[in-house]
């Protein structure tokens, strides 16, 4: 009598499906991007002097499904502006570099904005 033994292989395969779609779905990318810009208001005819460079990094969260994202708060970009302004004590800032990056982790996306730019101060006339 040729008989065989089922040793469970068939589940083993069976859960290796599931176990490698939670896999792919849990490694996403990450994305970034960057840019330059002038000045953070307008400067024509205005005279000013730089009080120095300065930067900082401010990151939010979202929930992210794959198809469509909820962010769970607003991007603090005002709020990096406004760092970089109390930091040197400045009116405006000029020659501003930003990078924007996102990690994903299974269902949460990490956004991080990085801004760095030379703070002035104008002049009184």
Same mark, same amino acid.
């Given at each position: =009598?040729?008989?065989?033994?089922?040793?469970?292989?068939?589940?083993?395969?069976? #859960?290796?499906?599931? #176990?490698?779609?939670?896999?792919? &779905?849990? =490694?996403?990318?990450?994305?970034?991007?960057?840019?330059?810009? #002038?000045?953070? =208001?307008? =400067?024509?005819?205005?005279?000013?002097? !730089? $009080?120095?460079?300065?930067? %900082? %990094?401010?990151?939010?969260?979202?929930? @992210?499904?794959?198809?469509?994202?909820?962010?769970?708060?607003?991007?603090? !970009?005002?709020? #990096?502006?406004?760092?970089? $302004?109390?930091?040197?004590?400045?009116?405006?800032?000029?020659? $501003?570099?930003? &990078?924007?990056?996102?990690?994903?982790?299974?269902? $949460?996306?990490?956004?991080? &904005?990085?801004?760095?730019?030379?703070? !002035?101060?104008? @002049?009184?006339?």
């Amino acid at each position: =009598m040729n008989s065989k033994i089922n040793n469970g292989s068939h589940w083993k395969k069976a #859960a290796l499906i599931p #176990a490698l779609f939670a896999l792919a &779905f849990s =490694m996403q990318c990450a994305g970034a991007s960057a840019g330059i810009t #002038a000045a953070n =208001m307008p =400067m024509e005819g205005r005279k000013f002097h !730089v $009080l120095g460079t300065a930067e %900082t %990094t401010v990151s939010w969260w979202s929930f @992210d499904l794959g198809i469509i994202g909820v962010p769970l708060g607003r991007p603090p !970009v005002d709020e #990096a502006e406004r760092i970089l $302004l109390e930091e040197k004590g400045g009116d405006a800032l000029i020659n $501003l570099r930003y &990078f924007t990056d996102r990690t994903i982790i299974l269902l $949460l996306t990490r956004h991080r &904005f990085y801004l760095k730019a030379d703070v !002035v101060q104008f @002049d009184k006339e």
